[in-house]
């Protein structure tokens, strides 16, 4: 039987996988299989994903995202699927889930294995759920086979909800939002139903096994993730983290890869504290989490609500960012909601990098700026995060090809634009002219406007303004009456 890529790791293999990833990160592959072999990485390669360009998801390495996809029971199809996956891969997803639910599970997952360079992701338990054609009705045995079918597909990662523990349910009594995964839902309706232990928490070492003979990564999936601020961070999130934690050390026993799932909605002073308790509790395996969303206010805005906390999440150690889209919480993403998603996701992943001081992430945004500074606008639309969005939004206002030389553009126009002004105003050397430090800053009337802001956010102060039609008769306009 192959082995996986942590049990070569542990022996001191250094896989063709992890040279292969060595080189995407630029880092020694001795260090790459450290990593792996102490569970603090994960490189999920299923045997059979042929096309598969191998990753690593782990807090020392660039910080990855994950799109979902996948079809319902009213829309898309196989054609339609690999349409999304051609997407996600081209907006720069590095892992893809599809979490279809609808018609053609098979034919769908087996042409984005086929078809996908990146990892695909599932979660087995709908499959289930519409084998058995109601959550209660799921046998262990529906669920082994399942499970079993999508390892051999060569589905690379799966999330496995093992650790809502029936103990766990009375604690998610009076949450303001209750149980918001799909997952987490449908197997706390199965044990209420049953009176039985989660099936998936009974039958985990069985699971393991599954997954070490088709080396599948287990992305163990929180199922009581908070959905709302007010449930953050409560007694039925820490005790299922405490599950995972003691679930990550029995996969890897098995020789198994694994990384845990966390929230969700958290606001952002907790966020670092969520990231510690992960990495503590789970031994250092990778963090990989939904958002998480700062505020429950902005649905239609909620890849910008997620994409912050996503932030926060990456500089505390966070390895990989399950992107959310502006239709989250509203209607099925659409290719367009993809796009944006993806984009909020990977400044996200981008800017927790460079704070992060990882080695070189911070050279992206040098060569940019170069290219801006110099007025090259070719190369700043190609070094660009969505060159296809760069260039568009310059060239609708100047999109002849001579404003590609320019020294401005319409933001501020040629009489105002500084950095025009300011490479004017240097000296052939670059250098401006020193400043007399003899003035004294501070006493400038000017200074005052740099002062804080004052006030609260409280609206109910702000006068009320008046009509336009009145302000229109004031200045002696006639009123439309
Ligand atoms: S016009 Fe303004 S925005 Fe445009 S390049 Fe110049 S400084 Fe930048």
Known sequence: ????QLQSAREGIVTPAIERVAERENRDPEFVREQVAAGEAVIPTNHAHEGLDPMIIGREFSTK???NIGNSETTSDRIEELRKLHAAVHYGADTVMDLSTGDELDTIREANVEHSPVPIGTVPIYEAVKRAESPEEITHELLLDVIEKQAEQGVDYMTIHAGVLMEHLPLTDGRVTGIVSRGGSILAQWMEENAMQNPLYTEFETICEIFAEHDVTFSLGDGLRPGSLADASDEAQFAELDTLGELTRTAWDHGVQVMVEGPGHVPMD??????ERQQEVCDGA????LGPLVTDVAPGYDHITSAIGATEAARAGAAMLCYVTPKEH???PDAEDVREGLAAYRIAAHAGDVANGLPGARDWDD????ARYDFDWR???DLALDPDRARDSHDQTLPGDNYKEARFCSMCGIEFCSMRIDQDARDADGEMDALD???DLDASPAAAVNLPPVGTHDTSAIPELPEIDAVAHDEGEPADD
């Not at 039987?1 to 996986?4: E, G, L, P, V, Y």
């Not at 907790?270 to 990231?275: K, L, S, T």
């Not at 990778?286 to 989490?289: A, R």
């Open 1 to 4: 039987m192959a082995q996986t």
């Open 330 to 332: 509203l209607g099925l």
């Open 270 to 275: 907790q966020i670092r504290g969520n990231v």
């Open 379 to 381: 190369e700043q639309f």
């Open 286 to 289: 990778p963090f990989y989490v």
């Open 65 to 67: 995202v994950n799109a």
């Open 437 to 439: 430090t003899g003035v």
């Open 367 to 370: 060569a940019l700026s170069r």
